[in-house]
């Protein structure tokens, strides 16, 4: 059974993988989350790589091949049974270490992952994703969000910035990826994915019939390095 999850209507509690895959979106539904309690210890794992730069995609072929304690392989054991499954529907899914992404320097409108966003596909698609360790991702509602290019003082510094023809303008702001960004309505109550939920959110596709799940990946405030599976 589904339930409402608390704080917002877009988001949809399922209690098992086969409802997660299998609940529509609908209506103001787009983000849906297997919520688990997950045993095992998912720190031994990020411990077991040291890497430079800011993220270490990791593969099945790494995770067989660590020596871990009880602990650390029943952890092993559910990033795999979940790679197996998102496979199993076509999905390719990739699991990092991530000390920290890189920031878009831009001055005035950053598109990094930081900032919330939206993802589109040409295709129809969903976003998986489960935080297994560290600072998890951050969602928040349609209806407390606004496009960034709709903002007034943030279109007109993007106009500035433009050098084409008006008619291509939109084209412009699409091709750049800034339409895919929004901008937190004052007051908005941010929710946290937390830690061990497989969550399914809704994409931009030529399919889609909701709005797709506006969300962002966390600044790593707590110092840890995050263990992310995504597809």
Not at 3 to 22: A, D, G, M, R, W
Not at 55 to 84: C, H, N, P, Q, Y
Not at 149 to 157: A, F, G, H, S, T
Not at 170 to 180: I, K, T, W
Request: overall charge negative; hydrophobic content about 40%; glycine content about 4%.
């Amino acid at each position: 059974m589904t339930k409402t999850f608390p704080n917002s209507l877009n988001l949809l509690h399922v209690n098992n993988f086969q409802e997660l895959i299998s609940t529509p979106f609908q209506g103001t539904t787009n983000a849906i989350s297997w919520s688990r309690e997950l045993e095992g210890d998912f720190e031994e794992i990020v411990n077991e790589f040291h890497f430079e730069g800011t993220m270490l995609e990791i593969d099945e072929e790494d995770l067989l091949a660590l020596e871990l304690s009880e602990s650390g392989k029943v952890a092993r054991e559910t990033i795999l049974s979940d790679f197996r499954s998102l496979s199993e529907l076509g999905a390719s899914p990739v699991l990092n270490i991530i000390a920290n992404y890189e920031a878009d320097e831009h001055p005035f409108f950053p598109t990094d992952v930081y900032s919330f966003h939206v993802d589109r596909s040409p295709i129809a698609t969903d976003t998986f994703l489960c935080t297994y360790f560290g600072d998890a991702s951050e969602l928040i509602s349609n209806e407390d969000a606004i496009q960034k290019i709709q903002v007034p003082e943030i279109r007109e510094q993007l106009l500035k910035s433009y050098f084409g023809k008006e008619a291509d303008f939109e084209a412009y702001l699409r091709e750049n990826f800034f339409d895919l960004h929004y901008q937190a309505l004052e007051d908005t109550k941010v929710i946290r994915a937390g830690v061990g939920h497989l969550w399914r959110l809704a994409v931009d596709h030529p399919e889609s019939k909701v709005f797709p799940c506006v969300h962002r990946e966390p600044r790593e405030s707590s110092g840890k390095k995050r263990l992310l599976m995504i597809c």
